[in-house]
């Protein structure tokens, strides 16, 4: 199973939007409304910011959104802040009880 | 609250094998697969299989069918994941990961391997 694709880095200033987007195939994001994204600041565990495509756990800011078009799934920063300045990660389920994530898309908040 | 706990760092020779554990509280154990997820210095994630607590199977990505096995502890709540055959290339976090939505990650386990 390949990787997901995401872009290596996203800049924005501060208050703007910005997404990021996570491309796979038919037989997983295609196929399945299971696509999570993940934070990741360094040093530290992920934390899930997305799950099921759309759904934002407790806690985390209504600044995150998550879509999905086709093969192609998107994580979208509104009001981007300092401490957004991150990598993130998406993940989607592939089928036959197997996960796959991306490669990761660090943002930078100019 | 929901935690998994994770055994420490550990330094191995290649060929060796080394197990992690992974302790659950704060929640029904068997409710919720466990995933593991492992980060290489400076890389990305890459997943490497989930167990179901409930009965104790689990399911592998393709690369780690034959060297990675999971296993669980109902008792304790504890999950474990042995990685056989170390190479040089499987320094790395390993993490456990609660549900299918990964909501709930240990801290992370260092597996470093060195001659």
């Known amino acids: 199973q390949s990787a997901l694709t995401q872009p290596a880095s996203v800049s924005g200033s501060p208050g703007q939007s910005i997404t990021i987007s996570c491309t796979g195939t038919?037989?997983?994001?295609?196929?399945?409304?299971?696509v999570s994204w993940f934070q990741q600041h360094p040093g530290k565990a992920p934390k899930v910011m997305i799950y099921?495509?759309?759904n934002r756990p407790s806690g985390v800011s209504n600044r995150f959104s998550g879509s999905k078009s086709g093969n192609t799934a998107s994580l979208t920063i509104s009001g981007l802040q300092a401490e957004d300045e991150a990598v993130y990660y998406c993940?989607?389920?592939?089928?036959?009880?197997?996960?796959?994530f991306g490669g990761g898309t660090k943002v930078t908040v100019l | 609250q929901v935690q998994l706990v994770q055994s420490g760092a550990e330094v191995k020779k290649p060929g060796a094998s080394v197990k992690i554990s992974c302790k659950a509280s704060?929640?029904?154990?068997?409710?919720?697969?466990i995933h593991w997820v492992r980060q290489a210095p400076g890389q990305g994630l890459e997943w490497l299989g989930k167990?179901?607590?409930?009965?104790?199977?689990?399911n592998f990505a393709q690369k780690f069918q034959d060297r990675v096995t999971m296993t669980r502890d109902t008792s304790t709540s504890t999950v474990y994941m042995e990685v056989s055959s170390l190479r040089f290339d499987d320094t790395a976090v390993y993490y456990c990961?609660?549900?299918?939505?990964?909501?709930?990650w240990g801290q992370g386990a260092l597996v470093t391997v060195s001659s």
């Open positions: 099921e495509v759309t």
């Open positions: 993940c989607s389920y592939t089928g036959s009880s197997t996960w796959v």
């Open positions: 990961v609660r549900s299918d939505n990964l909501d709930y």
């Open positions: 704060g929640y029904t154990f068997t409710s919720y697969y």
């Open positions: 167990i179901n607590p409930a009965g104790g199977y689990a």
């Open positions: 038919s037989s997983d994001i295609g196929s399945y409304n299971v």
